[in-house]
């Protein structure tokens, strides 16, 4: 079972195929994230789009990861607004 709190993400959730992130279209996930604020953008473009760790996204923009973890979540609900209105 995979955790948001786990220091890499597991994109293909096996217990809960909603949740997969593979399962969106590339173009609906970017048009998704490109209309979230800058510090939610930043966060859902490195973990969602670009794939990479927990640990190497909080490095790079400087936060901790409890604070990314948080922006994730607020990104996630967003992204599903987005997409549900579409």
Request: net charge negative.
């Amino acid at each position: 079972m995979s955790s948001f709190f786990d220091l890499d993400i597991n994109f293909e959730d096996e217990d809960n195929p909603n949740l997969n992130v593979n399962a969106i279209p590339a173009e609906d996930l970017l048009k998704a994230i490109e209309s979230l604020p800058a510090s939610l953008k930043e966060v859902a473009m490195g973990i969602l789009y670009e794939k990479r760790s927990f640990s190497d996204v909080s490095q790079a923009l400087g936060i901790r990861q409890s604070e990314l973890v948080t922006r994730l979540h607020r990104a996630q609900l967003a992204i599903g607004m987005f997409l549900m209105q579409k």
